[in-house]
């Protein structure tokens, strides 16, 4: 079992790893993840967080090797989802005397419905503080990142925001540091969790950005993955990237086929934005986890759907994509529906709908072919999103 790690002075991690899990929240995780808890000693001692049930007693282990379970006074839920919280009742067994610290109202309904009224609670809101003797702790609640009880809690004197799920990462490593890892894995495990959790909230994200841009921050200290120490500037900023709803300029194509005709037009599609310069990606359902597909749609301006008919209706990969993609909510995008039919376009159709539903721009018609797709056909498709492109301005410089 992982020791406790001093991360500051008087500061410890004592979450646990899940080195494990591969499905969280109905996306994978094919490098695990961290339940990130961690404890602070001061004149007063404080547990911010805890972790999945089935961590409790690596928890109270790490716990352990610093204090006695029994001398901590507060332990603070930021945030009351049980993969931080499913150990508050065996933690609150060890530490009987502590009170436990939650966001007014939110948090403590959350608490009270998963765990009944049992506790000590001491409710909090955006500003209140709480003195440790050498440390004053201050909370700043950022509902809806990504459940309305969040918050953060701030260490002034540590200069550390224990900052919940903003900016985690389903990582599961022996490392706990951003500068331990390397900055691209830590980034790209950051960008698939914010597609995959936090995208529908980018106002909210950008209220909780603003909320904490006072405050004097050396290290962010998340509730998945590792700690924030040398890239915390890196962080912040692509938060305010992807909060924005200002994609880039590049291109997502997904699609499956039956017969290779809907695999046909994928490829010509992709083609066209190639031809125009604009980066694309080529994702085919059968061999693409739709959590690792939103990795690529949150950065992307264009997303190009495609389906064949299959029983009058969309194949029922793309109907669960398309359900994912609307769930998740991006905005500013254009969407293309695509793909090809036996006797009626009822599967491309209801791509297109259902991109329209989820607030996509559609300023294509729906892009169908009957039966096996022909050069003229592909070549027709090509020129329609190559115009397209053109007409947006997107064109790169391989254009």
Same mark, same amino acid.
């Given at each position: 079992?992982?020791?406790?790690?001093?991360?500051?002075?008087?500061?410890?991690?004592? %979450?646990?790893?899940?080195?494990?899990?591969?499905?969280?929240?109905?996306?994978?995780?094919?490098?695990?993840?961290?339940?990130?808890?961690?404890?602070?000693?001061?004149?007063?001692?404080?547990?911010?967080?805890?972790?999945?049930?089935?961590?409790?007693?690596?928890?109270?282990?790490?716990?352990?090797?610093?204090?006695?379970?029994?001398?901590?006074?507060?332990?603070?839920?930021?945030? %009351?989802?049980?993969?931080? !919280?499913?150990?508050?009742?065996?933690?609150?067994?060890?530490?009987?005397?502590?009170?436990?610290?939650?966001?007014?109202?939110?948090?403590?309904?959350?608490?009270?419905?998963?765990? +009944?009224?049992?506790?000590?609670?001491?409710?909090?809101?955006?500003?209140?503080?709480? !003195?440790?003797?050498?440390?004053?702790?201050?909370? &700043?609640?950022?509902?809806?990142?990504?459940?309305?009880?969040?918050?953060?809690?701030?260490?002034?004197?540590?200069?550390?925001?224990?900052?919940?799920?903003?900016?985690?990462?389903?990582?599961?490593?022996?490392?706990?540091?951003?500068?331990?890892?390397?900055?691209?894995?830590?980034?790209?495990?950051?960008?698939?969790?914010?597609?995959?959790?936090?995208?529908?909230? %980018?106002?909210?994200?950008?209220?909780?950005?603003?909320?904490?841009?006072?405050?004097?921050?050396?290290?962010?200290?998340?509730?998945? %993955?590792?700690?924030?120490?040398?890239? &915390?500037?890196?962080?912040?900023?692509?938060?305010?990237?992807?909060?924005?709803?200002?994609?880039?300029?590049?291109?997502?194509?997904?699609?499956?086929?039956?017969?290779?005709?809907?695999?046909?037009?994928?490829?010509?599609?992709?083609?066209?934005?190639?031809?125009?310069?604009?980066? &694309?990606?080529?994702?085919?359902?059968?061999?693409?986890?739709?959590?690792?597909?939103?990795?690529?749609?949150?950065?992307?301006?264009?997303?190009?759907?495609?389906?064949?008919?299959?029983?009058?209706?969309?194949?029922?990969?793309?109907?669960?994509?398309?359900?994912?993609?609307?769930?998740?909510?991006?905005?500013?995008?254009?969407?293309?529906?695509?793909?090809?039919?036996?006797?009626?376009?009822? +599967?491309?159709?209801?791509?297109?709908?259902?991109?329209?539903?989820?607030?996509?721009?559609?300023?294509?018609?729906?892009?169908?072919?009957?039966?096996?797709?022909?050069?003229? +056909?592909?070549?027709?498709?090509?020129?329609?999103?190559?115009?397209?492109?053109?007409?947006?301005?997107?064109? +790169?410089?391989?254009?």
């Amino acid at each position: 079992m992982l020791k406790a790690i001093e991360i500051a002075p008087d500061v410890y991690w004592v %979450g646990g790893v899940d080195w494990n899990e591969r499905n969280f929240h109905g996306y994978t995780t094919e490098r695990g993840t961290t339940y990130n808890a961690y404890l602070i000693v001061d004149e007063k001692i404080a547990l911010i967080d805890t972790c999945k049930a089935p961590f409790a007693d690596d928890l109270i282990a790490r716990i352990a090797d610093i204090v006695d379970p029994a001398s901590i006074d507060y332990v603070i839920a930021n945030h %009351g989802e049980p993969d931080h !919280s499913g150990a508050l009742p065996a933690v609150m067994a060890a530490a009987p005397n502590a009170q436990l610290v939650c966001g007014a109202p939110q948090g403590l309904g959350v608490l009270k419905a998963h765990y +009944g009224d049992g506790f000590d609670f001491l409710t909090v809101k955006t500003g209140d503080t709480l !003195s440790l003797g050498r440390r004053t702790l201050t909370f &700043v609640q950022t509902p809806m990142v990504h459940w309305p009880d969040n918050m953060a809690t701030y260490s002034e004197a540590d200069r550390i925001l224990f900052s919940n799920d903003a900016f985690g990462q389903h990582l599961a490593t022996s490392k706990h540091f951003d500068d331990e890892v390397g900055l691209p894995e830590v980034m790209a495990q950051a960008q698939k969790y914010y597609a995959n959790i936090v995208m529908p909230y %980018g106002r909210q994200v950008a209220r909780a950005l603003d909320a904490v841009a006072g405050l004097d921050v050396a290290m962010i200290a998340p509730a998945h %993955g590792v700690i924030w120490r040398s890239h &915390v500037a890196d962080i912040l900023a692509a938060y305010r990237t992807w909060c924005s709803g200002e994609p880039e300029d590049r291109a997502v194509v997904v699609y499956d086929s039956m017969w290779h005709t809907t695999e046909l037009m994928a490829r010509e599609v992709a083609e066209a934005f190639v031809e125009c310069g604009v980066p &694309v990606r080529l994702l085919d359902l059968k061999v693409n986890h739709i959590s690792d597909i939103m990795s690529a749609v949150l950065p992307a301006r264009y997303v190009a759907v495609g389906s064949p008919t299959l029983n009058m209706t969309m194949m029922p990969t793309v109907a669960g994509f398309l359900c994912y993609l609307r769930g998740l909510a991006p905005k500013g995008r254009v969407g293309i529906a695509f793909g090809s039919y036996g006797w009626a376009p009822a +599967g491309p159709d209801e791509v297109a709908a259902a991109l329209e539903a989820a607030g996509f721009e559609m300023p294509l018609p729906t892009l169908a072919r009957q039966w096996r797709e022909d050069a003229e +056909g592909l070549a027709e498709v090509h020129d329609a999103v190559v115009s397209l492109v053109r007409a947006n301005g997107d064109e +790169g410089p391989m254009a």
